[in-house]
């Protein structure tokens, strides 16, 4: 089955699964809804994100490419030279799901945040715009693609984001070291079956009642999917939201164990 097609599957099965509002009997996940999902602000911070993704959205320099991750099939398997124009537009997070992020950050206000995937850091500048406060992790495995991000921050006046450059087998070992408890966790660095489980289950010891994760393209293949339905079973997953793009997965004790499928 060809990628296009898993990915309408996917969205045809959430499709399907997707709650009203009048049926998100949790206080807690309709607070999420309302909050979070339908709060139709346009926050200030928001133009900043959107004038530097503009200004990448021109550049044709090509950056050297190491792995950008299974989410660039766009890119041929032998093209080691990407444009940074191409990256924003492919692979980069989309407006929506990062003002999406966004909100999630200012809503539940996490001090300490691990990503796994920087890219060039548009979805960690909305982590930091949102929560200027906290700490900040990010691990990138592409050098010039980490490079071009602390450009970015630095362009943004962003001073609390830490990049780590490295294959995650490494560097996630490490910021767990730096960061034991984080609060929040975003996972956007590979997206396969099994280091997305490896990952989830090396961070699985960090987490405290109040700790998130976040699991980007959760049905952008059968085995991104898979995954999702590992995570979201999991005994320690209290509470977990599909909304198509992203799988968010609670761990809060006084939650009653329950699954939501959201459209957004």
């Not at 509002?21 to 346009?42: A, W």
């Not at 970015?152 to 294959?167: A, P, R, S």
């Not at 952008?220 to 005994?235: D, F, L, Q, T, Y």
Request: aromatic share 12%.
């Amino acid at each position: 089955m060809s990628r296009q097609v898993e990915a309408m599957v996917g969205y045809l099965k959430h499709a399907v699964r997707a709650q009203s509002k009048y049926r998100l009997h949790s206080p807690f996940v309709y607070g999420f809804y309302q909050n979070v999902l339908k709060d139709e602000k346009t926050y200030t911070q928001y133009r900043v994100v959107n004038r530097l993704r503009n200004e990448l959205g021109t550049v044709s320099r090509f950056i050297k490419r190491k792995d950008l991750g299974v989410r660039c099939k766009e890119y041929p398997s032998d093209q080691r030279f990407v444009r940074v124009k191409d990256i924003i537009n492919h692979s980069s997070v989309s407006r929506k799901n990062g003002e999406f992020l966004f909100r999630l950050i200012r809503q539940y206000k996490p001090s300490s945040i691990l990503e796994l995937g920087t890219s060039l850091g548009i979805s960690a500048m909305y982590f930091g715009l949102a929560a200027p406060e906290s700490k900040i992790i990010t691990i990138e495995g592409c050098i010039d693609s980490a490079n071009l991000a602390r450009e970015n921050f630095e362009k943004t006046g962003l001073k609390n984001i830490q990049v780590l450059t490295g294959d995650f087998k490494d560097k996630l070992s490490e910021a767990l070291v730096e960061m034991p408890s984080p609060d929040l966790v975003f996972f956007d660095g590979n997206h396969k079956l099994e280091p997305t489980l490896t990952y989830f289950e090396q961070c699985l010891p960090h987490i405290h009642p109040g700790t998130i994760f976040i699991f980007d393209d959760i049905h952008w293949s059968a085995g991104m999917e898979e995954a999702w339905n590992v995570i979201r079973k999991h005994p320690q997953v209290k509470v977990s939201i599909d909304i198509y793009h992203m799988g968010i997965v609670f761990f809060r004790e006084e939650l009653s164990k329950e699954d939501f499928t959201i459209r957004f």
